[in-house]
């Protein structure tokens, strides 16, 4: 008996120390992106309710929303919880790991990523999901993240596996062995304060710049169509991911609608918008029926690209492609929406002598780097 016992424990401590080996081994083969992963665990840095404002989505979120102009002009505390082209399947995920570490802030949602058609019938797993995912601690929250967007997505049985267990996918990068920042976050944390160079609170400055054409909002609307080069990079209808009877002009991916029942059911203050960028005719409807479908819920809505003549951005002076705008057109759209989150949610919490501090401190160097930053140049 004493024997059974004694390879009972043996046994357990083996395999405990197995699970943390290969914990340790997957937060240390992840990716490293500034833009995706460390993005995420930054936000983890920030005390707890700390934040008034946390802003959700792909670079449509960390090329536009700046927090330190907010904090000047708002005393607005917030961060953009934003990976390079979040998917619509993880947006919810997102929210939901945001409400853990700042239960009362206000979340904003870009909303560009559900009209893209490309998006609307998941058919493979990209990057787009991996970044919110494999920034997640391992544990029942990732778990629950991974079951849904199984659920809604036609993933391969290898893909599901990657998912479940991400170090299948990362298993080969030995690079990461010898890279000092992939060893530095093997904890699946940053350990400090990674404000600084181009990055504020998940914010990326950005000085290049080239004029471009859009196609106005009143023009979408009525269905004018320009040239590709001039029309958006996020393409027409094409898969309405629909059994025919709707018109895949119109068709919204079902993620939406369940993003805005689960915010409506837990009492989130959730703010939807859509920042300014080059769309299509089909993406005009598409807009229209997603500010429809807020309205339903009482959710408030922006519309950026209906409001870029009243936020003041220059297509001539303001972006540097057809999907971001420069840090000029990020300071224009950070006093918009800030406006708009002020009429929405006037309330700030009253900040701590430390906090102020912090931000003050943090703003300071933000405007070393802002001043650094030479407009011009194009990508």
């Not at 990362?170 to 062995?177: E, K, P």
């Not at 010898?178 to 699946?188: I, M, Q, V, Y």
């Not at 939406?256 to 920042?275: C, D, G, R, T």
């Not at 936020?311 to 303001?318: L, R």
Request: charged share 25%.
């Amino acid at each position: 008996m004493k024997d059974r016992v004694k390879n009972l424990v043996k046994f357990i401590i083996f395999a405990t120390l197995v699970v943390l080996l290969v914990i340790q081994m997957t937060y240390l083969f992840r990716n490293t992106d500034r833009n995706s992963r460390q993005n995420v665990l930054g936000f983890y840095e920030e005390p707890e309710g700390s934040l008034d404002v946390v802003v959700v989505g792909g670079s449509s979120v960390y090329r536009y929303w700046s927090p330190m102009e907010a904090w000047k002009e708002f005393g607005i505390t917030s961060y953009d919880y934003s990976v390079s082209a979040m998917g619509v399947s993880v947006v919810k995920t997102a929210v939901t790991d945001i409400r853990k570490h700042q239960p009362d802030a206000a979340i904003v949602v870009d909303g560009r990523a559900f009209f893209y058609a490309e998006d609307i019938e998941k058919t493979e797993l990209g990057m787009s999901e991996r970044n919110v995912l494999d920034s997640l601690d391992i544990g029942y929250d990732r778990l629950k993240a991974v079951n849904y967007l199984v659920s809604h997505s036609n993933l391969s049985r290898e893909e599901k596996q990657s998912e479940y267990i991400d170090l299948i996918e990362y298993h080969d990068n030995y690079a990461a062995l010898g890279d000092e920042t992939h060893w530095k976050l093997s904890d699946n944390r940053v350990n400090g304060n990674i404000d600084g160079d181009s990055f504020f609170k998940g914010f990326a400055l950005s000085g290049k710049q080239k004029s471009i054409e859009i196609l106005k909002w009143e023009d979408a609307l009525s269905g004018v169509t320009v040239a590709d080069d001039a029309a958006g990079t996020a393409g027409t209808a094409g898969t309405d991911g629909t059994d025919g009877t709707e018109d895949a002009s119109v068709y919204i991916t079902p993620y939406y609608e369940e993003l805005l029942e689960y915010a409506s059911e837990n009492n989130i203050k959730l703010f939807i918008v859509i920042s300014p960028c080059g769309i299509t005719p089909d993406q005009a409807k598409r807009i229209v029926k997603m500010q429809e479908m807020a309205a339903s819920y009482n959710i408030p809505f922006a519309n950026g690209v209906e409001d870029m003549e009243e936020m003041g951005i220059d297509p001539a002076t303001d972006f540097y492609n057809l999907d971001h705008v420069n840090i000029l057109g990020a300071e224009k759209y950070t006093t918009y929406l800030g406006d708009k989150l002020m009429a929405a949610f006037p309330s700030v919490t009253e900040k701590t002598e430390a906090v102020k501090k912090h931000w003050n401190e943090t703003y300071e160097k933000y405007t070393e780097e802002r001043a650094a930053v030479v407009i011009g140049g194009e990508q």
